[in-house]
């Protein structure tokens, strides 16, 4: 059984960071695209940052472009999101999500790309 886990939520301030953690079991971390989703009250989920398997490309939607960095550790499962320069616009549930087949790039950030989906974890950036 496949879970995914999000950490790292939480209530900054405008300007502030946060960085958001996710770990999976039960599949084959290494081989799997990662990406990190966001969805505000009233807002379509989207698809803000990509991580391909082996780490060595990233993509980033242009809402979050040179503010947040996406990496991950595969001997440790562990991905994460460091947010920096955060705005009251970053306010949203965030979720972790591993793409529907191994391997491949980064390139469609929609949410049906992705078989496995976390939790979420919520992050209020106040004003």
């Known amino acids: 059984q496949v879970q995914v886990v999000e950490s790292g939520g939480g209530l900054v301030q405008a300007g502030g960071s946060l960085r958001l953690s996710c770990t999976t079991s039960?599949?084959?971390?290494?081989?799997?695209?990662m990406a990190w989703f966001r969805q505000a009250p009233g807002k379509e989920r989207e698809g803000i940052s990509c991580?391909?398997?082996?780490?060595?490309?990233?993509y980033f939607a242009d809402s979050v472009k040179g503010r947040f960095t996406i990496s991950r550790d595969n001997s440790k499962n562990l991905l994460w999101l460091q947010m920096n320069s955060l705005e009251p616009e970053d306010t949203a549930m965030y979720y972790c999500?591993?793409?529907?087949?191994?391997?491949?790039?980064?390139?469609?950030?929609?949410?049906?790309?992705?078989?496995?989906w976390g939790q979420g974890t919520q992050v209020i950036v106040s004003s």
């Open positions: 039960g599949l084959t971390f290494d081989h799997y695209p």
């Open positions: 991580i391909i398997s082996s780490g060595d490309s990233t």
């Open positions: 999500a591993v793409r529907g087949r191994r391997y491949g790039l980064c390139t469609d950030s929609s949410p049906s790309a992705y078989h496995y």
